[in-house]
């Protein structure tokens, strides 16, 4: 059991451009999640992946915003168009079938 | 919608005290979660609470899943340096499992 993980750590991008993360969640974890923390408040609950289904969006993923779990293992989260706003922690979680998370260590992605 | 309110929102102890923080709601939950956040890093699960009145220990820290199931506590005991960082409770929303944060307690230690 190697963790989550999260490439890149961080990332510096000027408006409008577009940003990738990425996501490895634990190896036998069927569920993973994506969320956003901003400075003084805890994480907030983008989308969620069972297996390489999308099942659920929370309305602060904009449309230039989308997620992908093509394979059901590493997940890809991408920003299109980035604008200043947008600059955050991006975390990724995962589990199997309980409610315990187990996060990565984020991405933190500042908009320029 | 669902809420959770830390408190106190930051502390400042010296070290070996004993330290506590809350988290309370409006509403029901069937488990409470404990995480630590270190800067720059994601938050790493200290303990996982599943039943009302359940107390439970990971070495220095001791936490409690409320019997009214709309709050939890948790305690650190004779509190070190590398205690220091930010401290949340979560519990799960309304959405398929996805967990909702309180704001957190940020944690200083004085040596």
């Known amino acids: 059991d190697t963790g989550v993980s999260q490439n890149p750590r961080h990332k510096i991008t000027k408006r409008g ?96 | 919608g669902q809420q959770l309110n830390q408190s106190p929102q930051s502390m400042f102890i010296q070290e070996g005290e004993d330290v506590s923080m809350n988290c309370t709601s409006s509403s029901i939950f069937n488990t409470w979660l404990w995480y630590k956040q270190d800067p720059g890093e994601g938050p790493v699960l200290l303990i996982a609470l599943y039943k009302a009145g359940e107390l439970t220990s990971n070495g220095r820290l001791t936490a409690q899943f409320g019997i009214t199931r709309k709050d939890s506590f948790l305690n650190i005991s004779a509190s070190i340096p590398s205690d220091v960082g930010i401290y949340f409770c979560a519990a799960p929303g309304r959405s398929q499992g996805n967990l909702i944060f309180g704001k957190g307690t940020k944690l200083s230690v004085k040596p």
């Open chain 1, 17 to 112: 451009q577009n940003v990738t993360f990425r996501c490895d969640p634990i190896s036998e974890h069927n569920r993973l999640y994506w969320y956003r923390q901003t400075l003084g408040q805890g994480p907030e609950f983008l989308t969620y992946f069972q297996n390489e289904a999308q099942l659920e969006k929370s309305r602060l993923l904009s449309d230039r915003f989308s997620a992908e779990r093509p394979k059901g293992s590493f997940s890809t989260l991408e920003i299109q168009r980035t604008e200043q706003g947008d600059s955050a922690m991006y975390l990724c979680a995962s589990t199997s079938s309980t409610d315990t998370q187990y996060f990565g260590p984020g991405t933190r992605l500042t908009v320029l």
